[in-house]
């Protein structure tokens, strides 16, 4: 489906990739995906490579809204160690962070890391793309408007038409810019959840195939335990596994290449399925019973 050069290596992707989540941090929002220390980041990479991992994604920030400031120096600490500590265990598996410092992601990817998963696309450091294009780091570029405690106030998208309208020009001018730097390895995330209602979301969703046909570049779909599940549902993260695997079944429909989740095992066996009969999985069947 896709690949990536990942420091000189070819990795080819034949099917949807699984990415885990892996937090180093005491604040994501689903607080199963907290690891306490090194060990236990080690011990959930472990398992996240025995349930079918495709690619580990590490994250030392919270970008939820309220969670609280992390300096730079503490940051860079937490992910340093949570990558050494990845690479303990594989020292292949594609590896990614999640940081939008172009010191943080410099200092990881030195460690070992391959990826860059950068929540505010490049508009939050402008040393980023410099940094990407430098390395030809596959880069993950996500839609976002201001910061993570500014943007439950941004959702009103009216002046762009609609949401996914928004979320095109982003990508366009974006990936635009990148080229021009000399930065190629592009993956698109429409951002699931950030400055986006959950009508917003549903609407995205709904309209992924668009997305998809306009930009040849793998993309990315991280609504893991979000709150466009619990919020309509009247649950928390903790309930909302099964609607979880309703919206990465949907996202593969819409053409996601990448899920980023919580729950491996329950993600290798859609994209397994998906995989196998992909005539039959955009299809739904009305049987008298």
């Given at each position: 489906m896709f690949s990536l050069n990942i420091k000189g290596r070819?990795?080819?992707?034949?099917?949807?990739?699984?990415?885990?989540?892996?937090?180093?941090?005491?604040?994501?929002?689903?607080?199963?995906?907290?690891?306490?220390?090194?060990?236990?980041?080690?011990?959930?990479?472990e398992r996240a490579l025995a349930e079918g991992a495709d690619i580990i994604d590490l994250g030392a920030y919270s970008s939820r809204p309220g969670a609280a400031e992390v300096s730079t120096d503490e940051e860079m600490r937490r992910l340093v160690e949570a990558v050494r500590a990845v690479r303990r265990v594989s020292p292949d598996?594609?590896?990614?962070?999640?940081?939008?410092?172009?010191?943080?992601?410099e200092a990881a990817l030195a460690e070992g890391a391959d990826i860059v998963n950068d929540i505010s696309g490049g508009m939050l450091d402008p040393e980023m793309d410099s940094l990407i294009a430098r390395n030809n780091t596959p880069y993950i570029i996500m839609h976002m408007r201001g910061t993570p405690s500014t943007m439950v106030s941004l959702t009103d998208y009216s002046d762009e038409g609609s949401v996914t309208a928004a979320v095109m020009r982003f990508?366009?001018?974006?990936?635009?810019?990148?080229?021009?730097?000399?930065?190629d390895q592009i993956i698109l995330d429409p951002g699931f959840g950030f400055a986006k209602t959950a009508e917003q979301n549903w609407e995205l969703m709904a309209e992924l195939p668009?997305?998809?046909?306009?930009?040849?570049?793998?993309?990315?779909?991280?609504?893991?335990?979000?709150?466009?599940?619990?919020?309509?549902?009247?649950?928390?993260?903790?309930?909302?596994l099964p609607a979880t695997c309703y919206g990465n079944t949907l996202a593969l429909q819409g053409g996601a290449?990448?899920?980023?989740?919580?729950?491996?095992?329950?993600?290798?066996?859609?994209?397994?399925?998906?995989?196998?009969?992909?005539?039959?999985s955009n299809q739904v069947l009305l049987t008298d019973f």
């Open positions: 070819l990795v080819e992707f034949q099917r949807p990739a699984v990415m885990a989540i892996i937090n180093a941090t005491p604040d994501s929002f689903y607080s199963a995906s907290r690891a306490a220390d090194a060990d236990d980041v080690a011990s959930r990479a598996v594609p590896l990614s962070v999640d940081t939008f410092r172009a010191s943080v992601a990508f366009a001018r974006r990936v635009s810019e990148l080229a021009s730097k000399g930065a668009l997305i998809r046909e306009s930009f040849p570049r793998p993309l990315l779909v991280g609504i893991s335990r979000k709150s466009m599940f619990y919020k309509p549902l009247g649950l928390t993260p903790e309930a909302v290449d990448i899920l980023r989740v919580h729950d491996v095992g329950a993600a290798r066996q859609i994209v397994d399925l998906f995989s196998l009969f992909p005539d039959r």
